[in-house]
């Protein structure tokens, strides 16, 4: 090599060229685990680009929301029954350290695997809200004078929740590993199974018990703020999943030879093994019911949410139960969001709609 070639070759793999990059030549992995400098442009996947701009325009943070109203009636021991106090803790408790889990996933695991720019932008986008989500937990928890502790280590003193964090967790494990080799079969698998671990099961299920429980407290205007806080939450989540099932559907479209229907079958067994221990976590935070839910309801909601996963993965659905909780669809729709707890509500400026 010329003395001057090798002076403007960078130690990472970097060097000189006059060849641009081109968008056709993108894929979503490369497997090439070189440094680089991550190049945007052209941007080849827009819905990636777009999700990044629609999750950008949804900025919030748990700050702005007043405590106040929550705060008085916490401190109110009329205002609650022992069971809703037992059903608020619970989620408080799995929200706050599953929130982590799912940004140390994206940290840890998925950014090293996914070699896309444009897909990378959104997840150091996606990585920051994971970090705003664990703020409001634990800006809830200090507000209301809760054990923080207690609050913080739920996931291992209380066995639903242990049960749903392990399931996650467990497919963190197999791709920590550096040589993971994404051109095989097996590889690919083991990476798209964290991928449906993540985005489909612990963000597109295993929230939303949670979700329906503690949004049901806002439509009764009670604990508002921590309510509002929960339906921000809850739309970023919608754009995670729906990020997450477009990148799982785009490799599996790029590597078709992985998807088998061996695999598609382990992949439902999975997500309905998932769908029983949000089921025993929804029985545990509601052993007699509140609020007009009870553990019989949240299975027939988490199933049918199940059903809406697995179809827009292409897979069959398993349960075709019935919605029972339609108004939380209203939840979703950013365009009705704004009035929905009649609260203060910090003016957003998106108007995409997400698919539900
Ligand atoms: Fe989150
Ligand atoms: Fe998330």
Redesign the pocket.
């Known amino acids: 090599m010329p003395e001057e070639s090798k002076q403007k070759e960078c130690s990472g793999g970097l060097r000189m060229t006059r060849d641009r990059v081109s968008a056709d030549r993108k894929r979503i992995i490369l497997n090439g685990r070189t440094v680089d400098v991550n190049q945007l442009v052209p941007i080849k996947y827009k819905w990636a680009w777009h999700f990044y701009l629609d999750a950008c325009a949804n900025h919030w943070m748990p700050t702005e929301v007043s405590m106040q109203r929550d705060i008085e009636q916490w401190k109110n021991p009329q205002a609650f029954t022992d069971d809703e106090r037992h059903v608020i803790k619970r989620n408080l408790g799995f929200f706050s350290t599953a ?1 982590t889990l ?1 940004g140390n996933n994206i940290v840890l695991s998925i950014y090293k695997m996914v070699d896309n720019p444009e897909c990378r932008q959104y997840l150091l986008r996606q990585a920051f ?2 970090a705003i ?1 664990v703020h409001t937990f634990q800006y809830i928890a200090e507000s209301l004078s809760l054990d923080e502790t207690e609050i913080f280590n739920m996931y291992r003193e209380n066995k639903e929740i242990y049960e749903k964090d392990e399931f996650s967790m467990s497919c963190t494990d197999g791709i920590m590993d550096v040589t993971m080799d994404l051109t095989t079969t097996e590889g690919l698998q083991k990476f798209i199974e964290n991928l449906i671990a993540f985005y489909v099961v612990t ?1 597109g299920i295993f929230f939303y018990s949670g979700f329906v429980t503690m949004l049901s407290f806002g439509r009764q205007n009670r604990m508002p703020g921590v309510c509002e806080q929960i339906q921000y ?1 809850l739309r ?2 919608s754009i ?1 999943m729906n990020f997450g099932i477009q990148l799982i559907n785009t490799i599996i479209e790029e590597n078709p030879y992985c998807w088998t229907a061996e695999f598609k079958e382990y992949m439902i067994q999975r997500i309905k093994r998932a769908v029983e221990l949000e089921c025993a976590y929804a029985q545990e935070c509601l052993p007699r019911g509140v609020l007009g839910l009870n553990a019989t309801l949240l299975r027939e909601y988490v199933q049918y949410i199940a059903d809406r996963r697995l179809e827009k993965l292409n897979l069959p659905q398993q349960y075709k139960s019935i919605n029972p909780f339609p108004w939380m669809s209203e939840v979703i729709d950013l365009k009705k969001e704004k009035n929905f707890f009649e609260t203060r509500v910090t003016e957003y400026q998106t108007g995409g709609a997400l698919e539900w």
């Open positions: 929130e799912v809200e994971e989500h963000e939450i970023d989540e995670h």
